[in-house]
């Protein structure tokens, strides 16, 4: 495993699996970018599309996904250096109250989307990306 460095700054970083080559981030911006492999999941968790978000229609779903996606890749492409990552990069346990070296963080590009990106908060201000997933469901239990 090794790290690419996602800003220059170093504040935020990706993890590159098993010599894979593209880092978390790349995969999974690419796997939703890609409308073939969009429709397969989608149709694979159609129930959980209706039931949570009330989606009916793939092809809206695989829309709205190209379209997160593209806003979710402009914030990371636009981090400034006075940006505050705290602020994308959330508490993946919603009741987490205290902040947390080596916590887990979720980050999504607006309150209503499902596309999320996990890191692990390092320092104040630093993450690691280590995947992302579209979360269709309340809980990840579900």
Known sequence: MTFDKVIEDGRLWAVRYNHDKENALQKVLAQWSDASWLADFFTQNFDDLISYFRITNIEDAIYQTMEDRDELSCIIMDISPDAN??????????DRTQEMMLGKEKGR?????????YAIKLNVGVFIITGGAIKLTRTMQE
Do not use: A, I
Not at 109 to 117: C, F, G, I, N, V
């Open 109 to 117: 590009p607006h309150r209503r989307s499902w596309l999320r990106l």
């Open 85 to 94: 990552l705290d602020q994308f990069f959330r508490p993946l346990e919603n």
